[in-house]
């Protein structure tokens, strides 16, 4: 690996956690302003909703987006063994890093306060919007120039062989990805960007919340596959060196599956939203369900592989090969499996409270409520996190030459997490589900200040218990940061290999169909399109009486008075 | 495919079909429905409460930054208990939410648009609603509430 390349991962690893640390201290600092603990509008010159964004946005996007490049590069270099290419590596790096700094400059400037889903016509600064689309221009740079030409030559040389399955993964995220990105760019590109810019006065803002939607949902998965290439192909292997994946076809049978159904779900964050006939969102909700299937494929055959693997170790009988999982072990690269672990259960709970969500009129009582984000906090930021700190540290210490560093720490950390993820997503999910807490707002200047008019006693005791959860997860953060920049900053002890830990598949076939990835392209394409169309000619048309100018978070009056919709609000009588 | 990935296949499906069974029947047998797409109100920019008979309401609701206007700019209605309400709900700005607590009310308010739901007050009390979507510096407190007696 030259010098170069090295550099580029290193850095794609290293520069998202140190700003996940600003997102995990602002994490922290909402749940003590959430509480009343914190009785302010705004904490070191950092507004509360300001925070909620930089919060929202390094969480999910940059520090996700970055993170699966880095790691894609990773499994595409040791799999199929040839080199990335320099010029197209720094491309995509200049782009993401560019894009990261652009938005964090109009986000910490107080610039954009509009949250990390910016629906308009709140509107930010354009280099917001900017940064946004530079960073997954970025983020696409090394799957067209890098991994594929390198799978076109794999295959050339290997023609009687699939390809692996991790790659297979990761190619099927990215194409997801390719696909999820184009209305989201049509928002930013065609409404946001020229309002921002005063090239044009007004939009339709529930359109521009269905073309977010469109992107929305599916963007949950594509933080997901990643984790669920490390169980697949990974977990097995730490558990055991005579590990093996219970199933290749099956792993491959729930990619795909994910691949076709991830997209026509948006409509099931717009349940409660007006303009569009709830058919369409019966269907959308059908759909939901529909991509359930695929994560509890995924449940038995990680529980099957885990189970093959610990009876390989001496597991024997129903139960007491669950004793044989390494939880806590220090040798070699096993505490990487406590990441992992953490994260599955932590996923169980996401996957359950998911369907609640996901239950079209069940939504009502838990929409935009704490219920929410105390679910997702279990998925995104219960197995997806775990499992990216866990293989970002990995990938640290293999780039470095070193073992990692303060490997107690890093090995309890994700097991204080979860223990933290469950008080505080408890509290979050029964006090939004029960008592209508609500989400995305600073409870603690008005519902949770007792001075004010507006207190809810019934909230305080969940507010406080989340404080609790919050608490546990700092905790578990600063572990995982000690080990993790102890092992940045120590010398090299070995030879630098990027390799992983891959385990062979139990069960496998041909499966020619599963494999035609370009068929299942145009087949998901060709569904996502369809399933859209009568939402977005709702949006459109029907219930729609006219358009909106931009505000900003401070005003009630909009930034620049109308001009072409005036004519039309005057045809309204009132 | 094994005999077990196969039976873990098949029961997941059953229990997935068996859930949106449940949906449906919710949705269309017991009319617990979400808002649909309304095209026979025009927009308004005031709120308005109307009586249309002893116990049949019709509330038309502004949100705006930063209250609801639920009756000519005043935030709270009272309402005998038993009356059955046509909400009506729309945004003169920015997006907002609107939870009615301890009912099946949860609507966004999105400007040009206008959302439906309708409600029965059995219970006397006091609901409190919140908006909970995101709308600027003074979101926080942003709230309404619905004297039943
Ligand atoms: C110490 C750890 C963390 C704490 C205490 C924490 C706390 C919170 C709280 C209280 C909220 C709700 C704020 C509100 O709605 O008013 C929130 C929102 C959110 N969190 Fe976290 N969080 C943590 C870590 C994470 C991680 C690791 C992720 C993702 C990787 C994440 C992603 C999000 C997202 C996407 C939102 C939604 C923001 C929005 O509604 O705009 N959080 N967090
Ligand atoms: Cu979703
Ligand atoms: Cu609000």
């Not at chain 1, 954009?112 to 689309?133: E, K, Q, R």
């Not at chain 1, 090995?411 to 029964?430: E, K, R």
């Not at chain 1, 940061?481 to 891959?502: A, D, H, K, V």
């Not at chain 1, 939402?535 to 100018?549: C, E, K, V």
């Amino acid at each position: 690996m030259s010098a170069g390349i090295r550099f580029i991962l290193i850095s794609e690893i290293v520069i998202p956690i140190l700003l996940l640390i600003f997102g995990v201290y602002h994490g922290v600092l909402q749940v003590l302003y959430r509480a009343g603990i914190i009785n302010a509008s705004s904490v070191l010159g950092i507004d509360y909703y300001q925070g909620l964004t930089l919060h929202g946005v390094i969480n999910v996007i940059v520090f996700t987006t970055i993170f699966i490049v880095a790691f894609g590069n990773g499994i595409v270099l040791y799999l199929l063994k040839k080199p990335l290419r320099g010029w197209s590596q720094w491309t995509s790096w200049v782009l993401m890093i560019g894009g990261t700094l652009m938005s964090a400059w109009a986000m910490f400037t107080g610039k954009a306060n509009v949250l990390y889903t910016f629906y308009p016509p709140l509107i930010a600064h354009w280099t917001f919007y900017f940064g946004l689309v530079l960073l997954v221009v970025g983020s696409l740079v090394p799957f067209f120039f890098d991994w594929i030409p390198n799978y076109i030559a794999w295959k050339r040389e290997n023609p009687d062989k699939k390809m692996p399955l991790a790659v297979f993964g990761i190619f099927v995220n990215h194409i997801l990805w390719l696909i999820m990105v184009v209305p989201v760019a049509v928002e930013l590109i065609f409404q946001l960007i020229p309002l921002s810019l005063g090239i044009v006065t007004d939009i339709n803002p529930l359109l521009a919340r269905t073309l977010f939607w469109f992107f929305g949902h599916p963007v949950v998965y594509f933080w997901l596959l990643p984790a669920y290439v490390m169980l697949y192909t990974m977990l097995p292997k730490l558990i055991s060196p005579k590990g093996k994946l219970y199933s290749d076809t099956a792993a491959r049978l729930a990619f795909i599956l994910f691949l076709m159904f991830s997209l026509p779900v948006g409509l099931h964050h717009q349940f409660t939203d007006p303009g569009i006939s709830n058919s369409w969102k019966l269907i959308h909700a059908f759909f939901t369900f529909l991509v359930a299937l695929p994560s509890m494929v995924t449940a038995f055959t990680v529980a099957a592989s885990m189970e093959y693997s610990a009876k390989q170790e001496g597991g024997k009988g129903v139960f007491y090969w669950w004793t044989k999982l390494p939880y806590i072990r220090l040798e070699g690269d096993k505490w990487l499996f406590s990441y992992l672990f953490a994260g599955l259960v932590l996923f169980f709970i996401g996957g359950i409270t998911g369907i609640v969500n996901a239950s079209y009129n069940v939504n009502l009582t838990v929409h935009n409520t704490a219920y929410v984000p105390g679910h997702f906090h279990t998925t995104v930021g219960g197995l997806s996190v775990l499992a990216f700190l866990g293989m970002s540290l990995y990938m640290l210490s293999k780039l470095k030459g070193t073992e990692v560093k303060f490997k107690g720490l890093a090995t309890l950390a994700p097991y204080i997490w979860t223990q933290g993820m469950f008080m505080f997503s408890y509290a979050m999910m029964v006090g939004g589900a029960l008592e209508g807490f609500p989400r995305r707002t600073n409870t603690g200047l008005s519902y949770l200040n007792p001075d004010s008019p507006l207190y809810r006693p019934e909230w305080v005791g969940y507010a406080q218990l989340s404080v609790v959860g919050g608490f546990l997860l700092a905790l578990a953060f600063v572990f995982f940061l000690i080990s993790f920049f102890g092992t940045l900053f120590s010398s090299r002890q070995r030879n630098i290999e990027l390799e992983y830990p891959i385990a062979e598949p139990l069960h496998d076939s041909p499966a020619p169909v599963l494999n035609n990835l370009k068929a299942w392209t145009v087949a998901s394409v060709i569904l996502a399109v369809l399933s859209y169309i009568p939402a977005l000619y709702d949006t459109t048309q029907r219930g729609i009486f006219y358009n909106s100018p931009a505000y900003n978070d401070k005003s009630p009056v909009p930034i620049k008075p109308i001009k072409s919709s005036g004519l039309k609000k005057e045809e309204v009588k009132n | 495919m094994d005999r077990a990935e196969r039976n873990a296949i098949f029961l997941a499906v059953g229990l997935l079909a068996f859930f949106f069974g449940l949906i449906v029947y919710a949705a269309r047998g017991l009319k617990i429905d979400l808002p649909t797409c309304i095209t026979d109100v025009q927009p308004f920019k005031t709120g308005q409460l109307i009586q249309h008979a002893p116990d049949r309401y019709e509330l038309h609701v502004v949100a705006r930054m930063w209250f609801f206007d639920m009756n000519k700019g005043q935030t709270y209605v009272e309402l005998p208990r038993g009356s059955v309400v046509d909400i009506y709900l729309t945004s003169a700005d920015v997006v907002h939410g609107f939870h009615i607590n301890d009912t099946n009310v949860n609507l966004m308010a999105i400007p040009g648009t206008v959302n439906y739901a309708r409600v029965k007050f059995d219970n006397p009390g006091e609901y409190h609603i919140v908006c909970h979507e995101f709308c600027g510096i003074g979101h926080q407190d942003m709230a309404a509430k619905i004297l039943v007696k």
